[in-house]
């Protein structure tokens, strides 16, 4: 089974600066995508950057971008110039796909606080 | 905008109480998900429909249904709701099933249990 380790529960950050979020997976798939999801506080989850395992190339969206070991199965999330906003939980996660299950399994979550 | 739409934000119901949960998306996608995410812990799948078609998770107690009367309609229902069902509840689309797809999520309902 697959599973999805973020190994930091909380992490800070001072305004404009820059931050990485580590994620660890586990797998014997060769295909899958793998995904960052935001929570702030009482709103909904939102999709933030994915990256697909065939794509040796890192994702990138503006001030998010993504270190991806495929070989360590490392799936790591940097916030560069970091704003009040990115204040959230942040959740990696793994989507799974077959006949049988469509899932994305989700790690534990990183709370990152934003201080001016 | 296009979006998944949970109602309500919050539900307070009593030990034992059926309770449903409702869920809409104006997205038109294929598939529907729910989720059950306790405090301080990551979002675990329930079960979800791809159209009409059910499946549920191997470890989804009896205890949850859920009904997908037409494509922008899913009811999460908790027949006999115990403390720890006491949750968010996540509801969250997807265009079609297969990896490439992102998951768009609604606001969720807290449940508390009385």
């Known amino acids: 089974a697959q599973t999805v380790t973020q190994s930091q529960p909380e992490m800070s950050v001072q305004e404009a600066e820059t931050v990485t979020l580590s994620c660890t997976y586990d797998?014997?798939?060769?295909?899958?995508?793998l995904f960052w999801y935001k929570q702030p506080p009482s709103r909904q989850m939102i999709l933030v950057i994915r990256?697909?395992?065939?794509?040796?190339q890192n994702a990138t969206e503006n001030r998010f971008s993504v270190n991806f070991q495929k070989a360590a199965k490392s799936f790591s999330l940097k916030i560069s110039d970091s704003q009040l906003g990115d204040a959230a939980m942040y959740f990696c996660?793994?989507?799974?796909?077959?006949?049988?299950?469509?899932?994305?399994?989700f790690g534990t979550g990183t709370r990152l606080q934003v201080f001016p | 905008d296009a979006m998944v739409i949970q109602n309500p934000r919050y539900q307070v119901t009593q030990f034992g109480k059926p309770v449903t949960l409702s869920c809409s998306q104006t997205?038109?996608?294929?598939?529907m998900y729910w989720y059950q995410q306790k405090s301080s812990q990551a979002p675990k799948l329930l079960f979800h429909?791809?159209?009409?078609?059910?499946?549920n998770e191997a470890d989804t107690p009896d205890n949850f249904q859920s009904r997908r009367p037409n494509t922008s309609f899913c009811f999460l229902d908790i027949r006999s709701p115990g403390l720890g069902d006491a949750a968010m509840y996540l509801c969250?689309?997807?265009?079609?099933?297969?990896?490439?797809?992102?998951?768009?999520f609604g606001n969720g309902t807290r449940l508390t249990v009385t």
């Open positions: 429909y791809y159209d009409k078609d059910f499946n």
């Open positions: 969250a689309t997807s265009r079609d099933r297969g990896l490439v797809s992102p998951l768009h």
């Open positions: 990256q697909e395992a065939y794509k040796q």
């Open positions: 997205l038109n996608h294929n598939v």
């Open positions: 996660a793994y989507r799974s796909w077959s006949e049988d299950t469509d899932k994305l399994i």
């Open positions: 797998t014997s798939e060769s295909d899958y995508y």
